[in-house]
């Protein structure tokens, strides 16, 4: 049976099929936006009507027939989810061929299995190497010297390892990954500094935390709520929020419990910016922006793609801040990846997230508001709130920019 054989005696197989489909989209990681106009494209195909109502934790559906005013619905809870963009782009395939009538509704379910189970294109050991990447990459541009450089890429494998426990075991371990990441980082980034005074632990601690911060949840939980999924939006900012401070409060007591053997306690620096003009910022945002990358199980037909997102939009952000200040060159670097991403969909017909969601990451404010909150534990609370404030400014410019790029470029309907 093809899709444009399906009748109302197949409404029951249909909807399970949505069902299905939602259910595997939504653990890959699209926004609610998208992964509800996605299945009201797919759907709508099928000959099905359908409301769907979607959160990080949860997604309702609503089906009818045509003419019909009663409803069936199916509402599941759901574990909140990564970005797999492997599977996302291959989920965003088959349902271009179901609705080219190209695939059958059975072929395009056990697809949904097979999609499932495959394994990720980058294995456990390059995972791993892409939280050193990134850290590595956020510690040059936050002007480590290579021994704070060196120091930082090993408490990120520390980091990695508790990020691969608490996968594993699950449960309340991996709800306290944040604490328990930042704790052991700081406490490590301390412990060296007692042997290494002249290094920063908290830049140290910073770098190696930084992957895992939730800066790009923050800013698509704001970006939601302007587009008028404010319930979807508010579950995503608040928590993000609640990682945020968990993550903070396992720093402060990582370097608090092993700074107390000090002599005296030196205050160290946090650093406010990203320095951009040394000879070797080039290949730190190459292991920036190549660790991202992996870091999304982004494919390798995808990846210069995505690289070329990320540089477009950080030299965007970059040039722009010369006459601008930080939250309007984030506004035309997030114009920039809008219109990119937009673009790039026209072209390739696979979904917008592959390349829009590494480009926005670079420019996201989460590690803002966690020197925000360090700054304000040193003392100074003034700085350290203006700081957290301006998370959510840059986040707000982000969705402003991406709202005027949809505007230049109006989007297609993908994941």
Known sequence: MTVDALNDENFEDGCQFIIKLGIAAHGYGPSTSRLETFLTRAADALGISGVYFSTPSSIEFAFSKEGQVWQKTHVVRLPLCDFNMA???????????LTAGEMTLSDASDRLDEIAALPNPWGRLSYGLSFVAVTVG?????HANIME?????????????????ADRVGG???????????FLAGACATAINLFVPELNPVLMTLSAIIILIPGFQVSVAII??????VEAGMVRLMSGIVYLVKQFAGCWLGLASIGMFRASQPEFTVPTQFFVDDITVGFFVALLF?????????????????LLGCCLTFTAVVGSSTYLGVEYSTLIGAI?????????VRLTNRPTSIVLVPSITVMVSGSIGFRGLVVAAAGHSDEGMTMFIQMFSIA???????????TILRPKITL
């Open 138 to 142: 956020v510690a040059g541009l936050l």
């Open 336 to 344: 920039v990846a809008g219109v990119f991403a937009n673009t790039w």
């Open 172 to 182: 309340r371990f991996a709800e306290s990954l944040p604490f328990v990441s930042a």
């Open 396 to 406: 707000a410019s982000i969705a402003a920019g991406l709202l005027v790029s949809n």
């Open 224 to 229: 939601e709520i302007i587009d008028s999924h």
């Open 87 to 97: 599977r996302l782009s291959h989920t965003g395939e088959l349902v271009e061929k």
């Open 290 to 306: 190549v660790g991202v990358g992996i870091a999304y199980q982004t494919l390798m037909k995808d990846m210069l793609w995505v």
């Open 149 to 165: 450089i060196v120091a930082s890429g090993i408490l990120s494998l520390l980091v990695y390892v508790v990020f691969i426990a």
